[in-house]
């Protein structure tokens, strides 16, 4: 008999609070906003209506980004050398030289010094390798030692090794030999290629885990103008492509647009590029006015006015970073609207002017279960 009155009793104070409108379904509760680096003004919309919601709540934590410098290089291309050790007046009838799965011969594409020179031999074969056709055209660049019997092979674009061979190794050694034989055949390779960070000719640039927002500021250095298309000592706007690579604006509008910086390299000529560049980003530190929340509603999604206490609202709400000043731990700034009698409610921030903000919106709606 206890056990029930117990549950009746239970029933009618669950039925008295759904039958009084104090019994609520929750029907929001995630983040509005995700923010690891906001250096742009943006607004983040939320359908209230769609969503069922009558009542809505939200909590803001702001603090400064947590960015570092970050570095990029362009990459190295593959080198290698062939040596003329000798150079008899018959020459090397079907000697072949190899690069990239393309031979130039003996005789037909480069000719031997009739008076025994190696140096003349030495010339005749970087000129046969620069004028080839085929898959050698435009993959390496050659050119003849202050000596006169070295060739040396650059690559004209890096990031990529390449196959070499000669069929008279005694007389014109490879470098980066693989393996040879007693006939004289020898087998080498065009190596210290290095991938470049930057897609060359493309707007994309590879940084593992770079962190950057939409608009975030950085300061563009190097030492060198291999890369064109920036230029060093220039504050740029990231525009991120995903969390491993970004692309660069001019302007932080430009970069809300999508309007992207195409790097490009000038051309490679003979022995350049044997080592790789560096370039660096810097994010820059927050100065200038602080940054501010404003929330708006609207019942249309387009035409949105102020949530203010004269709208029937909550207060307009700021949170102050001070002039370039590091706040790691966050302001926490909380709303909380009660019943909002509109289709739509969104977040407008006003960003700092210079560097960026960390900014998370944590929001919570329910709606009266009758």
Same mark, same amino acid.
């Given at each position: 008999?206890?056990?029930?009155?117990?549950?009746?009793?239970?029933?009618?104070?669950?039925?008295? /609070?759904?039958?009084?409108?104090?019994?609520?379904?929750?029907?929001?509760?995630?983040?509005?906003?995700?923010?690891?680096?906001?250096?742009?003004?943006?607004?983040?919309? /939320?359908?209230?209506?769609?969503?069922?919601?009558?009542?809505?709540?939200?909590?803001?934590?702001?603090s400064s980004a947590t960015l570092t410098t970050?570095?990029?290089?362009?990459?190295?291309?593959?080198?290698?050398?062939?040596?003329?050790?000798?150079?008899?007046?018959?020459?090397?009838?079907?000697?072949?030289?190899?690069?990239?799965?393309?031979?130039?011969?003996?005789?037909?594409?480069?000719?031997?010094?009739?008076?025994?020179?190696?140096?003349?031999?030495?010339?005749?074969?970087?000129?046969?390798?620069?004028?080839?056709?085929?898959?050698?055209?435009?993959?390496?660049?050659?050119? +003849?030692?202050?000596?006169?019997?070295?060739?040396?092979?650059?690559?004209?674009?890096?990031?990529?090794?390449?196959?070499?061979y000669t069929s008279s190794q005694p007389a014109?050694?490879?470098?980066?030999?693989?393996?040879?034989?007693?006939?004289? !055949?020898?087998?080498?390779?065009?190596?210290?290629?290095?991938?470049?960070?930057?897609? /060359?000719?493309?707007?994309?640039?590879?940084?593992?885990?770079?962190?950057?927002?939409?608009?975030?500021?950085?300061?563009?250095?190097?030492?060198?103008?291999?890369?064109?298309?920036?230029?060093?000592?220039?504050?740029? !706007?990231?525009?991120?492509?995903?969390?491993?690579?970004?692309?660069?604006?001019?302007?932080?509008?430009?970069?809300?647009?999508?309007?992207?910086?195409?790097?490009?390299?000038a051309t490679v000529a003979a022995n350049s590029?044997?080592?790789?560049?560096? !370039?660096?980003?810097?994010?820059?530190?927050?100065?200038?006015?602080?940054?501010?929340?404003?929330?708006?509603?609207?019942?249309?999604?387009?035409?949105?006015?102020?949530?203010?206490?004269?709208?029937?609202?909550?207060?307009?709400?700021?949170?102050?970073? /001070?002039?370039?000043?590091?706040?790691?731990?966050?302001?926490?700034?909380?709303?909380?609207?009660?019943?909002?009698?509109?289709?739509?409610?969104?977040?407008?921030? +006003?960003?700092?002017?210079?560097?960026?903000?960390?900014?998370?919106?944590?929001?919570?709606?329910?709606?009266?279960?009758?």
């Amino acid at each position: 008999m206890k056990k029930l009155i117990k549950n009746w009793g239970s029933f009618i104070l669950v039925w008295g /609070l759904v039958a009084t409108g104090f019994a609520f379904v929750v029907e929001y509760n995630q983040a509005l906003v995700s923010e690891t680096a906001l250096g742009v003004n943006k607004t983040y919309p /939320l359908p209230i209506g769609s969503l069922r919601v009558e009542k809505m709540s939200f909590t803001a934590v702001c603090s400064s980004a947590t960015l570092t410098t970050d570095t990029f290089t362009d990459g190295v291309a593959s080198t290698g050398t062939i040596t003329i050790s000798s150079s008899p007046v018959a020459g090397f009838p079907g000697a072949v030289i190899c690069i990239n799965n393309q031979c130039v011969v003996d005789g037909v594409n480069w000719f031997h010094d009739p008076l025994g020179y190696s140096s003349g031999t030495a010339l005749s074969i970087a000129q046969a390798i620069n004028i080839a056709t085929g898959p050698m055209k435009g993959v390496v660049v050659a050119t +003849v030692a202050a000596s006169g019997t070295v060739i040396y092979t650059t690559a004209t674009s890096v990031g990529f090794n390449y196959v070499t061979y000669t069929s008279s190794q005694p007389a014109m050694t490879l470098s980066n030999l693989v393996s040879s034989n007693t006939i004289g !055949y020898a087998s080498g390779a065009m190596t210290g290629a290095v991938a470049s960070a930057v897609t /060359l000719n493309s707007p994309f640039i590879n940084i593992p885990n770079h962190g950057y927002g939409v608009g975030s500021e950085v300061l563009y250095t190097t030492n060198t103008n291999r890369l064109t298309g920036l230029t060093s000592g220039t504050t740029y !706007y990231t525009i991120p492509v995903n969390a491993n690579s970004l692309e660069l604006s001019a302007t932080s509008t430009g970069a809300v647009a999508g309007l992207y910086i195409i790097p490009t390299t000038a051309t490679v000529a003979a022995n350049s590029y044997v080592t790789k560049s560096t !370039y660096t980003l810097t994010p820059l530190t927050i100065l200038g006015s602080t940054t501010s929340y404003k929330w708006q509603v609207s019942n249309d999604g387009v035409n949105w006015i102020d949530y203010t206490t004269t709208a029937g609202g909550v207060a307009v709400s700021s949170v102050t970073i /001070l002039s370039g000043a590091y706040v790691a731990t966050g302001t926490v700034n909380s709303w909380d609207f009660g019943y909002i009698d509109y289709a739509y409610v969104r977040l407008n921030v +006003v960003a700092p002017p210079t560097g960026e903000v960390k900014l998370s919106v944590w929001g919570s709606g329910n709606h009266s279960n009758p």
